[in-house]
C-alpha cells in the first residue's frame, strides 16, 4: 500500500478534505469517533468517510481499503504538523491568503461558477475562506516541514541506473506515446488605428459607470475576459505579484468604487474598479478589451512563415537558427524546442498536448514542418506559428536510453520516501500515537504502532 503524501498533490487531497467534510455534514451524516492520534492531534473517522466519499466520486481508486490508506496519509500528515510546531515551522499570514484563494479559484473553476459553490454548500465565499483558514494553515505548515526533510535529498546518474537495473521485470513502467515539437511563432503588430478605437471605447465605458450604470453589468456584456465576464468582472482577492505588474500597480492604488483610466497589460486593455481591499490582497471588477489584428496584417504574418518554412525545407537554414532570428516566442533563443510545463522537459503525452496544437502535429511525419496556423500567446494575442515534429517514440516498456528523465523523477521519488520513513521512524520513537482497534489490521506503509 502506498502512502497518499508521496505520489498526490497535498492541494487536491488537503482541498477535497475540507470540502468533503462540509458536504458530508450538508448530507447529515453524522459519524464521529476519535481513530487515530498523532502527538496532540486528534483524527476523527468523520474526517476519513468524508474523503473516501469525495474522492470515490472523483473516481479516484484507493483500492479493497481505502479508509487505511487515508488514515495512513493522515497520521503522516499530523506527524509532520506536530514535529513542525515543535521546530517552529511557520508560514505567513499572506501565504495562508494566497492559498486561500488559490484553492478556492480551483474549485470554482471545476464547479462552474462561485455561485454554484456557495449554492453547494449553503455557505458564502467569505464564510468558505474562513473554514478554511486553519485546516490550511495546518496543511502549509506540515508541507513546508516535509520540505525541509527532502530538500537535500538528491540522486546521480549511477543511483538512476541501480534503481532500474533492480526493478523485477514485471514492474517496469509502461512509457505511453510521446511527442517531441518545436515552433517558431510570429506575433503580428495591432495598428495604432485599432488601439486607439479600443481605448476610446474603454474611455466610454468608464465614463458610463460615472455617471451611475453599473459596472458589473457593462462587464458581463463587453468584457473580453471569458472567466471573469460571467461574474461581471470580478476576479477574487489577489496578492502583489499574482497580476500583470501594470495591472497591479493600478488595482493597489484605487479606493473602493474608483475606475480606474485606461490600463494596458499583455492581455490587453482594461478598466478596473476596485471592489475590495484586505491587507496586501485586492478584490476587483475589470472589463477587458483585446485589439484585432487586421486581416491585412495577418496574412502578411503568415506569408512571412511560409518564407521561413521555405528556407529550413530547401536547406538555407536550419530549424533552429529560423527560431533563433525569427521567432517571437522566448523558446526561439533555444532553437524552437517547445517545454511540457507539467514536466519540464520537451516530451509530450498526446493527453498533455493541448487539442489546437495536437490536430496540427499528429498528420506530420517526423522532421516534417507544418503550414502556418493561427494560434494565441500566453497573454491571450492572436499569433501565427509553424511547428515540426521532433519525435514521435510509440508506446513501450521504459529502458534508460530513450526513458532517463523518466527514470530519474521515479528514482528520485523512491529516494524521498525512503527519507521520509527514516525521518518518521525516528519520530515515532518519542511521539505519542495511539489507532483505534477497528483500524490496527490496516496494511499501512508506517508501522505506527511500535
Not at 197 to 209: N, P
Not at 227 to 245: D, I, M, N, T
Request: hydrophobic share 35%; with cysteine.
Amino acid at each position: 500500500m502506498k502512502s497518499l503524501s508521496v505520489f498526490f498533490s497535498p492541494l487536491v487531497f488537503s482541498l477535497l478534505s475540507i470540502l468533503a467534510t462540509q458536504g458530508v455534514s450538508q448530507q447529515k451524516v453524522i459519524v464521529d469517533r476519535v481513530i487515530g492520534v498523532v502527538g496532540n492531534s486528534a483524527i476523527l473517522e468523520s474526517d476519513i468517510i468524508a474523503q473516501k466519499l469525495q474522492l470515490q466520486a472523483q473516481g479516484v481508486d484507493l483500492g479493497p481499503r481505502p479508509e487505511c490508506v487515508l488514515l495512513d496519509d493522515m497520521m503522516f500528515q499530523k506527524l509532520l504538523y506536530n514535529q513542525a510546531q515543535i521546530d517552529t515551522v511557520e508560514v505567513s499570514e499572506s501565504h495562508v491568503e494566497q492559498e486561500i484563494e488559490r484553492r478556492l479559484r480551483f474549485f470554482i473553476q471545476q464547479i462552474g461558477s462561485r455561485e454554484r459553490l456557495e449554492e453547494y454548500y449553503g455557505k458564502t465565499l467569505d464564510e468558505l475562506r474562513e473554514e478554511f483558514r486553519e485546516p490550511i494553515r495546518e496543511q502549509e505548515i506540515s508541507r513546508r516541514m516535509e520540505s525541509q526533510i527532502t530538500q537535500n535529498v538528491a540522486i546521480t546518474p549511477s543511483e538512476v541506473k541501480a534503481y532500474f537495473n533492480n526493478l523485477p521485470p514485471d514492474s517496469i513502467p509502461m512509457v505511453e506515446s510521446e511527442l517531441s515539437m518545436s515552433k517558431i511563432l510570429i506575433e503580428p503588430s495591432i495598428q495604432q488605428e485599432e488601439i486607439n478605437a479600443i481605448k476610446a471605447r474603454l474611455e466610454g465605458f468608464r465614463q458610463r459607470v460615472l455617471e451611475g450604470e453599473s459596472f458589473r453589468t457593462l462587464a458581463i456584456l463587453y468584457s473580453e475576459d471569458p472567466g471573469s465576464a460571467r461574474r461581471g468582472g470580478e476576479l477574487g482577492f489577489y496578492a502583489r505579484g499574482q497580476l500583470h505588474p501594470e495591472f497591479e500597480a493600478v488595482a493597489f492604488g484605487l479606493q473602493p468604487g474608483e475606475v480606474s483610466e485606461v490600463v494596458e497589460t499583455r492581455s490587453g486593455y482594461h478598466i478596473i474598479q476596485l471592489i475590495a481591499r484586505r491587507g496586501e490582497q485586492v478584490n476587483v471588477r475589470h472589463l477587458l478589451l483585446q485589439p484585432r489584428v487586421s486581416p491585412e496584417v495577418a496574412q502578411q504574418a503568415q506569408n512571412r512563415l511560409d518564407s521561413i518554412r521555405t528556407l529550413i525545407r530547401e536547406g538555407d537554414m536550419s530549424f533552429e537558427e529560423a527560431a533563433r532570428r525569427f521567432s517571437d516566442h522566448p523558446g526561439g533563443r533555444t532553437g524552437g524546442r517547445i517545454i511540457n510545463p507539467y514536466t519540464g522537459t520537451t516530451r509530450f503525452r498526446t493527453d498533455e498536448i493541448e487539442p489546437g496544437l495536437f490536430f496540427v502535429v499528429d498528420r506530420l511525419e517526423v522532421g516534417e514542418i507544418s503550414r502556418p496556423v493561427p494560434t494565441t500567446t500566453e497573454g491571450g494575442r492572436e499569433a501565427f506559428k509553424i511547428v515540426r515534429l521532433d519525435s514521435r517514440i510509440d508506446p513501450h516498456p521504459a529502458n534508460l536510453e530513450q526513458d532517463y528523465d523518466f527514470i530519474q523523477k521515479l528514482a528520485l521519488d523512491e529516494k524521498r520516501k525512503r527519507a521520509i520513513l527514516q525521518w518518521v521512524n525516528r519520530r515515532l520513537g518519542s511521539t505519542y500515537v495511539l489507532i483505534h482497534e477497528d483500524y490496527r489490521d490496516c496494511d499501512f506503509d508506517v508501522q505506527w504502532i511500535r
